[in-house]
């Protein structure tokens, strides 16, 4: 007798031998690891292949799973509302939520959850999350046509995507091979980067929102592995994602020294101790700096050469708070312990040193308020998901060529 089956662990590999005897398997000890592999057994009812539990853990197998409760929006173009109501008490949190924008957080909600939610939204949630699994079978699809288009990529390509069995290995690999250095050799560095990965199921989540954001928001981003592999703002903020893990755990000489090298290669100065959301865009990146206490929320787009710093020596609570959905333009500088509301924009080159309220725009330096301080002109659409730097343009300026 002959079975044919696919083995993707130990339990499914102990189960299809079972299920294919009368007798229960005994376990002798299996030569290699095993992940993913068609394997074609000749099995007799006397004698059976089954695995030792040593060797039961595939080499690359990742223990990390998104968490798909909450999914970043497929259509940012899509006109979206928010709530005015905006609480800057989330900022305090050591954790971010991805809920969007426009859902109210209550203690009612989580508990009406399932008797509130529609069919087209369990429709809609399945298929986000049939979408978040295939992330990785997508980005080795684009690996492979790729190497198929430039054939002189193809050991690029292998050693950095085609022979790693999972997003969070792959991304420990190449970020180890870009911040490694003489004194701090790549080996060691993807050792810590795989042991904070796969441990840290809400940091791979923010990881695939990240890969989304930018494919979604950035024109000049041509595929998953195009972000993945070259755009040295989605490596610094997942780099600042590992380092802000051991910031948070103690580490903080760690910390800082992956801060100090992810700043030399990237040009990206991000303190380990600044809170990050989910779903980040920065935009070439080149130039950014973020302070200590800074706090960036969800779905936020940030270009290049912009400072989210202190007002002078100040110690404690002392940098901006960015709400969800804010556009921030290049060259921007936002100073103090002041809040930017859900779903502002900062016009290019701004000096902003005052809170901004939710879905208005502050231009200029000093900055202000387009529409005026008492009277702001209210934005109609999330303008970090548009990425629209130019609306009401004629409202705040008079400029001719």
């Not at 929320?297 to 404690?316: E, M, R």
């Not at 804010?326 to 502002?344: D, F, H, Q, S």
Request: hydrophobic letters at 35%; one cysteine or more.
């Amino acid at each position: 007798m002959k079975l044919l089956f696919t083995c993707r662990s130990r339990r499914s590999l102990i189960s299809a031998l079972y299920n294919n005897s009368n007798t229960p398997p005994s376990f002798i000890s299996f030569p290699i690891p095993i992940l993913s592999l068609s394997l074609s057994l000749p099995l007799s009812l006397s004698s059976y292949l089954t695995l030792s539990p040593s060797m039961a853990t595939c080499v690359g197998t990742s223990t990390a799973r998104l968490d798909k409760s909450d999914q970043l929006s497929r259509s940012p173009n899509r006109g979206q509302t928010i709530d005015h109501s905006y609480s800057y008490v989330k900022f305090c949190r050591p954790t971010f939520s991805d809920r969007p924008p426009a859902v109210p957080a209550s203690m009612n909600d989580v508990d009406n959850l399932h008797t509130r939610t529609s069919p087209e939204e369990l429709h809609r949630r399945d298929e986000e999350e049939e979408e978040e699994d295939d992330l990785w079978v997508k980005m080795q699809e684009e690996a492979r046509f790729d190497v198929e288009q430039e054939p002189i990529l193809s050991s690029y390509y292998h050693a950095s995507i085609l022979c790693h069995q999972s997003l969070e290995i792959a991304l420990a690999n190449h970020l180890s091979l870009k911040l490694c250095s003489s004194s701090l050799p790549s080996g060691i560095l993807i050792d810590l980067f795989v042991s904070i990965l796969n441990e840290n199921e809400e940091v791979m989540g923010a990881v695939k929102y990240d890969l989304r954001a930018v494919r979604e928001r950035d024109p000049a981003c041509i595929s998953y592995v195009h972000c993945f592999l070259n755009f040295k703002g989605f490596l610094a903020i997942q780099a600042h994602r590992i380092a802000h893990q051991l910031w948070s755990h103690g580490r903080n000489v760690l910390a800082l020294l992956i801060n100090n090298r992810v700043s030399e290669v990237f040009a990206v100065d991000i303190h380990p101790g600044a809170k990050i959301g989910r779903g980040i865009l920065l935009d070439h990146a080149t130039g950014l700096v973020v302070g200590e206490t800074a706090v960036i929320g969800n779905n936020v787009s940030i270009l290049h050469n912009v400072t989210l710093g202190g007002t002078g020596k100040v110690s404690g609570d002392r940098h901006p708070k960015i709400g969800d959905g804010v556009l921030i333009g290049a060259g921007t500088c936002i100073l103090g312990n002041i809040k930017i509301g859900e779903g502002a924009k900062i016009g290019a080159g701004s000096v902003v040193l005052k809170d901004v309220p939710s879905m208005t725009t502050a231009v200029g330096n000093p900055a202000r308020l387009i529409g005026g301080k008492d009277n702001p002109t209210r934005l109609d659409k999330i303008p970090s998901l548009t990425m629209d730097h130019t609306s009401h343009i004629s409202e705040w300026s008079d400029y001719v060529v």
